[in-house]
């Protein structure tokens, strides 16, 4: 043993050594995961000398501590076995690891050897990671050789030009191989390992190996190579994409299994980027068209979230000649999903048609979708109405969707009343005071009575907005009144909403509301039946001595209304009540000092 280590530091190490050879898993596990421990009280060379080869040695057959081994030798490990010079002796047991049969580990063992490939110099790659990559690429079995695509990228750059032709070599043939899963993996890697080819080798290499995997048999491997297409395409110019590509890209959106056309609509607006706006017009509206009326609601759906993005390259006329009419139908589709990612995405295209067309085309397929059976679609509509607004001005938009507004007020899905309640102060600065004491007003209140908790803390939320909006005196008129009437509802959750609504809302009123208005029913429900209600009025005296301190006759105010209360409660039988009392009474005695 080192003669730098003591006894007492040995034997928890020849424990942890046996732990790894335990037949019970959770000790292996713990034992995997206090690797870094032992490296460090072995020093660096007897943790490359023993430890190492033990851990290359002993391949375990539960594949949760496979996975743990894996993801320990990727972090940083180097540093426990001499620094960057000896990193590759880290990379035997991965390449065991790289080799088992259950994919999360093999996927994790591939992820460190990248990770470790990283610190390595030029000579180490080309001395030990080439020829593990070799083995690997080479191997009898499948499970190596998919392994060994995603080990391909991490290096392809840092290796000399002869070398690089023998790695465009191996993974050509991973992408002719036997085994599907080989050339799924070759399809997934061929994209980041393209990045690093040089213009000639894209085309050279690059195109072959892609057509080959764009037309294999298996559509788990087609629809891989859609990602693979937009990194050719952005390496190559828009002549060459029409001479080289053209034909793949509508391959790929016209596949007769429907995964592949989802992942071609998925990505439509990234492939459409980098074909540029000239070749789009010219070749794609057709194509995304094809999408949209796609007979697989996945397809559809998956389309309809490329909508404003892919308008963005139209001209507005043929915007409303082809993209309107397929958003008509799809406001009608039979699939629910699909309407929900229409009406996400729909108020996107009305700043690229300008106010008239939206008002044409657009705001009758916003009423039609504000009233959609399915909550999703309704909630996904008032999420974007912002957007509408600064096209066609509020006035129009309250007009129309005011009536559905208000209907969705009172939907039977909280989430879509949570939603209604978030737009309102946004709505009621555009509208005026006028209009929204009219229309809105009433609305506002009901909601504090809402069943749902989440709505009528949101509702309180909203009367503070709407206070900062229209002003302490219209709160005094409009808010204050009808909130501190709830607080001798004979129903305890009312007195409960009237509280936290005055928690929530005084930061925002004058002293002087507060004196006139609320304190004097606030007190009353410090002597409340109901615990929770009397605690939470110790909170709502705490949030008005911090916020009311500073004022003028601030302090009189806390001395005089608060700190009495708060007293009387710092002796409650409720233990909750003392707590909340006492912190309130600190704070209100240290805001005072």
Same mark, same amino acid.
Request: proline share 5%.
């Given at each position: 043993?080192?003669?730098?280590?003591?006894?007492?530091?040995?034997?928890?190490?020849?424990?942890?050594?046996?732990?790894?050879?335990?037949?019970?898993?959770?000790?292996?596990?713990?034992?995997?995961?206090?690797?870094?421990?032992?490296?460090?009280?072995?020093?660096?060379?007897?943790?490359?000398?023993?430890?190492?080869?033990?851990?290359?040695?002993?391949?375990?057959?539960?594949?949760?501590?496979?996975?743990?081994?894996?993801?320990?030798?990727?972090?940083?490990?180097?540093?426990?076995?001499?620094?960057?010079?000896?990193?590759?002796?880290?990379?035997?047991?991965?390449?065991?690891?790289?080799?088992?049969?259950?994919?999360?580990?093999?996927? $994790?063992?591939?992820?460190?050897?990248?990770?470790?490939?990283?610190?390595?110099?030029?000579?180490?790659?080309?001395?030990?990671?080439?020829?593990?990559?070799?083995?690997?690429?080479?191997?009898?079995?499948?499970?190596?050789?998919?392994?060994?695509?995603?080990?391909?990228?991490?290096?392809?750059?840092?290796?000399?030009?002869?070398?690089?032709?023998?790695?465009?070599?191996?993974?050509?043939?991973?992408?002719?191989?036997?085994?599907?899963?080989?050339?799924?993996?070759?399809?997934?890697?061929?994209?980041?390992?393209?990045?690093?080819?040089?213009?000639?080798?894209?085309?050279?290499?690059?195109?072959?190996?892609?057509?080959?995997?764009?037309?294999?048999?298996?559509?788990?491997?087609?629809? /891989?190579?859609?990602?693979?297409?937009?990194?050719?395409?952005?390496?190559?110019?828009?002549?060459?994409?029409?001479?080289?590509?053209?034909?793949?890209?509508?391959?790929?959106?016209?596949?007769?299994?429907?995964?592949?056309? +989802?992942?071609?609509?998925?990505?439509?607006?990234?492939?459409?980027?980098?074909?540029?706006?000239?070749?789009?017009?010219?070749?794609?509206?057709?194509?995304?068209?094809?999408?949209?009326?796609?007979?697989?609601?996945?397809?559809?759906?998956?389309?309809?979230?490329?909508?404003?993005?892919?308008?963005?390259?139209?001209?507005?006329?043929?915007?409303?000649?082809?993209?309107?009419?397929?958003?008509?139908?799809?406001?009608?589709?039979?699939?629910?999903?699909?309407?929900?990612?229409?009406?996400?995405?729909?108020?996107?295209?009305?700043?690229?048609?300008?106010?008239?067309?939206?008002?044409?085309?657009?705001?009758?397929?916003?009423?039609?979708?504000?009233?959609?059976?399915?909550?999703?679609?309704?909630?996904?509509?008032?999420?974007?109405?912002?957007?509408?607004?600064?096209?066609?001005?509020?006035?129009?938009?309250?007009?129309?969707?005011?009536?559905?507004?208000?209907?969705?007020?009172?939907? $039977?899905?909280?989430?879509?009343?949570?939603?209604?309640?978030?737009?309102?102060?946004?709505?009621?600065?555009?509208?005026?005071?006028?209009?929204?004491?009219?229309?809105?007003?009433?609305?506002?209140?009901?909601?504090?009575?809402?069943?749902?908790?989440?709505?009528?803390?949101?509702?309180?939320?909203?009367?503070?907005?709407?206070?900062?909006?229209?002003?302490?005196?219209?709160?005094?008129?409009?808010?204050?009144?009808?909130?501190?009437?709830?607080?001798?509802?004979?129903?305890?959750?009312?007195?409960?909403?009237?509280?936290?609504?005055?928690?929530?809302?005084?930061?925002?009123?004058?002293?002087?509301?507060?004196?006139?208005?609320?304190?004097?029913?606030?007190?009353? /429900?410090?002597?409340?039946?109901?615990?929770?209600?009397?605690?939470?009025?110790?909170?709502? /005296?705490?949030?008005?001595?911090?916020?009311?301190?500073?004022?003028?006759?601030?302090?009189?105010?806390?001395?005089?209304?608060?700190?009495?209360?708060?007293?009387?409660?710092?002796?409650?039988?409720?233990?909750?009540?003392? +707590?909340?009392?006492?912190?309130?009474?600190? $704070?209100?005695?240290?805001?005072?000092?």
């Amino acid at each position: 043993m080192d003669g730098a280590f003591p006894i007492e530091d040995i034997a928890p190490i020849a424990i942890l050594m046996d732990e790894l050879r335990s037949e019970d898993v959770q000790l292996r596990l713990n034992a995997i995961h206090s690797i870094p421990t032992i490296a460090l009280a072995l020093g660096s060379d007897r943790a490359r000398e023993e430890l190492i080869p033990f851990l290359q040695d002993s391949v375990d057959d539960e594949d949760e501590v496979l996975l743990a081994l894996a993801e320990e030798l990727g972090r940083n490990f180097e540093e426990y076995i001499g620094g960057k010079e000896y990193a590759h002796v880290i990379l035997g047991p991965l390449e065991n690891l790289s080799a088992v049969e259950e994919t999360l580990v093999r996927e $994790k063992a591939a992820e460190s050897i990248t990770k470790v490939a990283s610190v390595l110099s030029q000579s180490q790659i080309e001395q030990y990671y080439i020829p593990l990559l070799k083995r690997l690429s080479q191997g009898e079995w499948f499970t190596s050789r998919t392994s060994s695509a995603a080990l391909y990228p991490a290096v392809y750059a840092k290796v000399s030009p002869a070398i690089q032709d023998e790695l465009r070599k191996g993974f050509t043939s991973l992408g002719s191989d036997d085994t599907p899963m080989v050339r799924r993996a070759a399809a997934k890697w061929l994209g980041p390992l393209l990045t690093h080819f040089s213009q000639p080798h894209i085309l050279s290499d690059g195109l072959p190996i892609y057509r080959k995997l764009q037309q294999d048999e298996q559509d788990s491997v087609r629809l /891989l190579t859609v990602e693979d297409l937009i990194v050719i395409a952005k390496r190559l110019s828009p002549a060459e994409i029409k001479e080289q590509l053209l034909r793949q890209i509508k391959q790929s959106i016209g596949d007769k299994s429907w995964r592949v056309r +989802y992942m071609a609509a998925n990505h439509f607006n990234e492939l459409s980027e980098a074909l540029g706006v000239d070749l789009v017009r010219e070749e794609l509206i057709g194509q995304y068209v094809q999408l949209l009326k796609d007979n697989e609601a996945e397809v559809r759906s998956a389309a309809a979230t490329q909508i404003p993005g892919f308008s963005k390259l139209l001209d507005k006329e043929v915007i409303l000649a082809r993209i309107v009419p397929c958003v008509r139908d799809l406001s009608q589709d039979t699939s629910q999903h699909v309407r929900a990612a229409l009406a996400n995405q729909i108020s996107g295209i009305a700043p690229l048609l300008g106010k008239d067309a939206t008002i044409e085309h657009l705001l009758p397929l916003f009423l039609h979708l504000l009233k959609d059976d399915f909550p999703e679609v309704r909630l996904n509509i008032i999420s974007k109405l912002e957007t509408v607004n600064t096209v066609i001005g509020i006035e129009l938009l309250s007009e129309s969707l005011l009536p559905a507004i208000v209907e969705l007020a009172e939907d $039977k899905s909280w989430r879509v009343r949570q939603a209604i309640i978030e737009y309102i102060p946004l709505l009621s600065n555009q509208l005026g005071k006028p209009f929204f004491d009219e229309q809105l007003g009433n609305l506002c209140m009901s909601w504090l009575g809402d069943t749902v908790y989440s709505i009528r803390e949101a509702a309180t939320v909203n009367l503070k907005k709407l206070t900062d909006v229209f002003g302490v005196e219209w709160a005094k008129v409009a808010i204050v009144p009808k909130v501190m009437g709830m607080g001798s509802h004979p129903n305890y959750l009312f007195r409960m909403t009237t509280v936290q609504a005055i928690t929530t809302i005084s930061p925002s009123l004058n002293l002087e509301i507060i004196r006139s208005d609320v304190i004097g029913p606030l007190l009353e /429900l410090a002597k409340d039946p109901i615990p929770n209600i009397r605690f939470n009025v110790a909170k709502a /005296l705490e949030v008005m001595a911090t916020s009311f301190v500073d004022v003028a006759d601030g302090r009189v105010f806390i001395r005089d209304c608060i700190l009495p209360t708060l007293e009387r409660q710092k002796n409650d039988a409720d233990a909750d009540v003392r +707590y909340f009392a006492s912190r309130a009474l600190q $704070k209100a005695i240290s805001s005072e000092a």
